[in-house]
């Protein structure tokens, strides 16, 4: 896993960004949402789970 504090990358309709914080990776995708790290790292619950709030709320938005 690389060890950036940041990385955005946005490429087509179904790929957003991929961010790689305290080496826990956030994957968000139009139809997808991921986080996956190394045995050992701590995950920030509540980062994650406002990160997931958001995504579903945008999904929502461009459904309607």
Not at 26 to 49: L, Y
Request: hydrophobic letters at 35%; aromatic letters at 8%; charged letters at 30%.
């Amino acid at each position: 896993m690389k060890h950036d504090d940041f990385i955005e990358i946005q490429v087509g309709e179904n790929y957003f960004k991929v961010i790689n914080l305290a080496n826990v990776k956030t994957t968000v995708c139009a139809n997808r949402f991921e986080i996956s790290t190394e045995p050992g790292n701590d995950i920030n619950e509540q980062q994650a789970v406002q990160a997931l709030r958001e995504w579903i709320q945008k999904r929502r938005q461009e459904n309607m």
